[in-house]
């Protein structure tokens, strides 16, 4: 049988109240050797000075019936009598000591207190004074006993009503969580709580955005890498076909041939990216930091980019200042690689790029500005988004796929850099990395 939160709520609290019944009275059911002395003692005083103000017998008997109704019996007795004898001697003998003038306890127990009270006269005899209380003690706990079953009844139908009211909110999550694990992404939670749930189904509500906007991204990523796998793939698959049938000139076979390899390349690139990009999303990338010249390293990715950029007459500025840097080398090479292609990529031809380095006491600043096509301003947030490409139609035919500049951002926020960037159509795009400099304490 499922154990279910109600049930559990219910079972806790009748089993509280039982234990605290069954504790209650075995500490009442103790025995009552001891009562509050004083006050018997008290009672018993005032019972003799009443018994003494009354001369006539008859009316002393009177009021020793009476006081009988209440359990208090009382009895004259000399030092001869036999009530005595159930009762200790040094007692007995205080009892009649002339010395002793006012009202003790002589025994206690059983429910039941003797106090002894000295002859107030020489005439008259002491007052042996017994007082019942047992019945007390038994309408005490008959009252205790029903006030808790009392307590337990009604306290047990209240907290079933409860929690009922405490368990909603969980089975509304629960089932809002089969809802989600069956695939519906858009189940939200409405409440006006203000309480522990309302902050769990808050995180729940939380949690389920998040998950869509991941569900999303992940369709995109399919579609995105689908599309661009489809379109060389069609490419290689419809020229190969045609070459295979001979419908193609023997004079034109090495055009389409040398198509089929630039497919292959864009593939391939395609490959590489997707790989580089899953392992820098996850945990187990090799990150190996290195310590070397910053400003070498921008220099030997310019000359490594010389056949595209001398192709174009693009005039390339250096401006760069000696700096040790302790990054991974090869990563950062990678992020150099892609701004400085994206800027001779989009630059047009006699077009310039000017690389700088600026250096703070904090950060070290390196800007890549071309004299490029530029980035419309409402394109700008997006760029730095997987398989985004401002111009399809142009990235398509530049050999793009809107990966690099993912890839550059993965990079940097790994090195805790960040990357900035400021363009305008047909001015130009500047890329700013910011990398901090470690400080120094002396």
Same mark, same amino acid.
């Given at each position: 049988m499922r154990? *279910? /939160?109600?049930?559990?709520?219910?079972a806790?609290?009748?089993?509280?109240?039982?234990v605290?019944?069954?504790?209650?009275f075995?500490?009442?059911?103790?025995?009552?050797?001891? !009562?509050?002395?004083h006050?018997?003692v008290?009672?018993?005083?005032?019972? $003799?000075?009443?018994?003494?103000?009354?001369?006539?017998?008859?009316k002393v008997?009177t009021s020793?019936n009476?006081?009988?109704?209440?359990?208090?019996?009382?009895?004259?007795v000399?030092? +001869?009598?036999?009530?005595?004898?159930?009762?200790?001697?040094?007692?007995?003998?205080?009892?009649?000591?002339?010395?002793?003038t006012?009202?003790?306890?002589?025994?206690?127990?059983?429910?039941?207190?003797?106090?002894?009270?000295?002859?107030?006269?020489?005439?008259?005899?002491?007052?042996?004074?017994?007082?019942?209380?047992s019945?007390?003690?038994?309408?005490?706990?008959? !009252?205790?006993?029903?006030?808790?079953?009392?307590?337990?009844?009604i306290? *047990?139908?209240?907290?079933?009503?409860?929690?009922?009211?405490?368990?909603?909110?969980?089975?509304?999550?629960?089932?809002?969580? =089969?809802?989600? $694990?069956?695939?519906?992404?858009?189940?939200?939670?409405?409440h006006?709580k203000?309480?522990?749930?309302?902050?769990?189904?808050?995180?729940f509500?939380?949690?389920?955005?998040?998950?869509?906007?991941?569900?999303?991204?992940?369709?995109?990523?399919? *579609?995105n890498v689908s599309?661009?796998?489809q379109?060389?793939?069609?490419?290689?698959?419809?020229?190969?076909?045609?070459?295979?049938?001979?419908?193609?000139?023997?004079?034109?076979?090495?055009?389409?041939?040398?198509?089929?390899?630039?497919?292959?390349?864009?593939?391939?690139?395609?490959?590489?990216?997707l790989?580089?990009?899953?392992?820098?999303?996850s945990?187990?990338?090799?990150?190996? /930091?290195?310590t070397?010249?910053?400003?070498e +390293?921008?220099?030997?990715?310019?000359?490594l980019?010389?056949?595209?950029w001398?192709?174009?007459?693009?005039? %390339?500025?250096?401006?760069l200042?000696?700096?040790?840097?302790?990054?991974? =080398?090869?990563?950062f090479?990678q992020?150099?690689q892609?701004?400085i292609n994206? $800027?001779? =990529?989009?630059?047009?031809?006699d077009?310039?790029?000017?690389v700088a380095?600026?250096? *703070?006491?904090?950060?070290?600043k390196v800007?890549?500005r071309?004299?490029?096509?530029?980035?419309?301003?409402?394109?700008?947030?997006?760029?730095f988004?997987?398989?985004?490409?401002v111009?399809?139609a142009r990235?398509? $035919?530049?050999?793009?796929?809107?990966?690099g500049?993912?890839?550059?951002?993965? %990079?940097?926020?790994?090195h805790?850099?960040?990357i900035?960037?400021e363009?305008?159509?047909?001015?130009? !795009?500047?890329?700013?990395?910011? %990398?901090?400099?470690?400080? !120094?304490?002396?």
């Amino acid at each position: 049988m499922r154990k *279910s /939160l109600r049930l559990r709520i219910v079972a806790t609290f009748i089993g509280i109240v039982i234990v605290s019944l069954i504790l209650s009275f075995i500490l009442n059911m103790q025995p009552q050797e001891k !009562t509050p002395n004083h006050t018997m003692v008290t009672i018993a005083e005032d019972i $003799a000075t009443i018994i003494n103000l009354i001369d006539e017998p008859e009316k002393v008997k009177t009021s020793l019936n009476i006081f009988a109704r209440y359990g208090l019996i009382i009895n004259s007795v000399n030092e +001869q009598s036999e009530l005595l004898a159930s009762l200790p001697d040094d007692k007995v003998h205080e009892l009649f000591n002339g010395n002793t003038t006012e009202a003790f306890m002589m025994s206690n127990k059983d429910e039941t207190a003797i106090v002894g009270v000295p002859r107030m006269n020489e005439e008259k005899n002491a007052l042996l004074i017994k007082i019942n209380f047992s019945s007390i003690f038994h309408n005490v706990k008959r !009252t205790l006993f029903i006030s808790l079953l009392t307590v337990l009844v009604i306290g *047990s139908l209240l907290i079933m009503f409860m929690s009922g009211y405490i368990v909603k909110p969980i089975k509304r999550l629960t089932l809002a969580a =089969k809802k989600m $694990a069956s695939g519906d992404l858009t189940v939200r939670l409405k409440h006006h709580k203000q309480d522990e749930f309302g902050e769990l189904m808050d995180s729940f509500n939380h949690m389920a955005s998040e998950l869509q906007k991941i569900d999303s991204v992940r369709d995109d990523f399919v *579609s995105n890498v689908s599309h661009e796998m489809q379109s060389p793939l069609t490419s290689i698959r419809g020229f190969t076909r045609a070459l295979q049938d001979g419908v193609i000139p023997l004079e034109e076979q090495k055009e389409h041939l040398d198509i089929i390899y630039e497919e292959t390349l864009r593939l391939s690139r395609l490959s590489d990216n997707l790989l580089r990009l899953a392992s820098l999303d996850s945990e187990h990338h090799p990150f190996n /930091l290195t310590t070397f010249h910053l400003d070498e +390293q921008l220099r030997r990715t310019i000359v490594l980019a010389e056949p595209q950029w001398a192709h174009k007459n693009i005039k %390339i500025e250096l401006d760069l200042l000696p700096y040790e840097i302790k990054v991974d =080398k090869d990563l950062f090479e990678q992020v150099w690689q892609n701004l400085i292609n994206n $800027a001779i =990529k989009y630059t047009g031809p006699d077009g310039f790029i000017h690389v700088a380095m600026v250096m *703070s006491a904090s950060v070290v600043k390196v800007s890549i500005r071309d004299s490029g096509q530029g980035i419309p301003e409402e394109a700008i947030p997006y760029i730095f988004d997987r398989f985004y490409m401002v111009d399809k139609a142009r990235s398509s $035919a530049l050999k793009g796929n809107g990966l690099g500049l993912s890839i550059v951002i993965k %990079i940097l926020k790994l090195h805790d850099c960040t990357i900035d960037v400021e363009s305008k159509v047909g001015e130009g !795009t500047k890329f700013t990395v910011t %990398i901090p400099r470690p400080s !120094t304490t002396s």
